[in-house]
Each structure stands twice: as C-alpha cells, then as structure tokens.
C-alpha cells in the first residue's frame, strides 16, 4: 500500500489564484481529513469527510473547499490564494467514519507559498 | 473549546540521556495519539493510547484519561529522534463526529 499521497509536494501561488490539492489514500479508509499547519502552532482541521459523499468543516475551513467523490479521493481546493493561507497543508485518513478509537495516518503535506 | 498543552515547549538534550514529554487537556477525551514529526515535516504515528501503558522500543507513553494527561518517555536517545513531538486528542467537536485537536508540540535537538 502506498499510505496516503499528497500532490503537489511545493507550490508557489500568486494572490487570487486558485488550485486543487490532491490527496488519495488506498487503505478503504472511510475517513479522510485536511489539516493546515503554520509556524510554531500544531495542526488545526480544516475541512473532514467520513465518506463518499459527506463533507463538514473543521476549525478553519474559509478560503477552502473540499468534495469527496470517491473512497481514495479527497481534492482541497482554494479558490482565490491570499497570503495568510501560507502553510504546510496536511491530508489524514482513518478506517472508521468517524475518528473515534482509530489511528490517523497523515500524507507527506504540501508546502504552499502565496505571495 | 479544549485546550491542549505540550511541555516543555523546547527540549536539547545530549545523545544517551533520557526525557519526559507530557501534554495536558482541559477535558474528557476519547482517545489520544503521539506523533513524531521529523526534520523533514513528515509525521509518523507513535502511540495509539486512550489509556494506560505502552511501549516500542526506547519510546513508552502512559495516559492517565481521569487526569486529563498524558506522558511520553524517551530512553536513550538518539540524534534521530530530533524533531517536533506532538500530542493530539480526540475530541467531539461541534456535530455527531469526533475530531483530532493537536497540541503545540514539544522541539527535541539531539545533540551528539
């Protein structure tokens, strides 16, 4: 099994861009979750799924959006850049809908610049 | 909301010497991870553990639930174990689902 993969590894954007980050795991996991993670600070939820078709938001959630087509697949899209949404950006996966009593299993992350 | 904290923030230790990390919570949660985060920012899981006791090698962590903390010990340590240590809980956050709320993490230098 390849875990969880994350594309791109780096990305540098220009303010009002947009882009897709691509996270797929294939583990059967149920749920899926992205997290941000800034300088000095642990990671903080941004938006979660607990299967095909369901979504809901976690603590951070504007600037982003998130669909969840499929099992492997959960895209997070920012639909215009903006400098503060510089981070680490994180993709995790559990077995259960819901986290409880689950391990997490993250992604390598993307480093995402805005300027 | 919960609050997680991570002690000591920042940690150098020489290589052979051993430490406790500990992270506290400000309320009941139903179960508690302890990840590595290495050099390179990958996170790798370390400790699965609601409650009670566990041990991998020069790593154990205990978590006491009642108490509201966790403990992780590192023995003999080594220059790869450099890094971020991180605690996250589980905690029900908003709706019916479960969610992990990390802590601010605990740096370790390893020094040869």
């Known amino acids: 099994n390849a875990g969880v993969t994350q594309t791109p590894k780096f990305q540098v954007l220009k303010t009002g861009q947009s882009m897709t980050l691509q996270c797929a795991q294939d583990?059967?996991?149920?749920?899926m979750s992205w997290y941000r993670q800034d300088p000095g600070m642990g990671l903080r939820l941004i938006h979660y799924s607990v299967g095909a078709g369901i979504t809901d938001q976690g603590e951070v959630p504007n600037g982003y959006n998130v669909s969840r087509s499929t099992t492997e697949d959960f895209p997070l899209r920012l639909l215009s850049a903006a400098p503060p949404q510089t981070s680490v950006y994180f993709c995790?996966?559990?077995?259960?809908?819901?986290?409880?009593?689950?391990?997490?299993?993250f992604g390598p992350g993307t480093r995402l610049t805005v300027t | 909301g919960i609050q997680v904290e991570q002690s000591p923030p920042d940690l150098i230790l020489q290589e052979g010497a051993n430490s406790t990390l500990r992270c506290n919570f400000s309320d009941s949660v139903n179960n508690l991870q302890w990840f590595h985060q290495n050099p390179w920012g990958q996170l790798i899981n370390l400790f699965y553990i609601p409650s009670g006791t566990k041990q991998n090698g020069r790593l154990s962590a205990t978590t006491v639930a009642t108490e509201r903390y966790s403990l992780l010990y590192i023995s003999s340590s080594q220059t790869t174990d450099s890094g971020v240590y991180f605690c996250?809980?589980?905690?029900?956050?908003?709706?019916?689902?479960?969610?992990?709320?990390f802590g601010t993490g605990t740096l370790l230098a390893v020094q040869p």
């Open positions: 996250a809980v589980e905690w029900r956050y908003g709706g019916a689902t479960n969610k992990l709320i």
């Open positions: 995790a996966s559990s077995p259960e809908g819901t986290v409880s009593s689950y391990e997490q299993y």
């Open positions: 583990m059967n996991h149920e749920y």
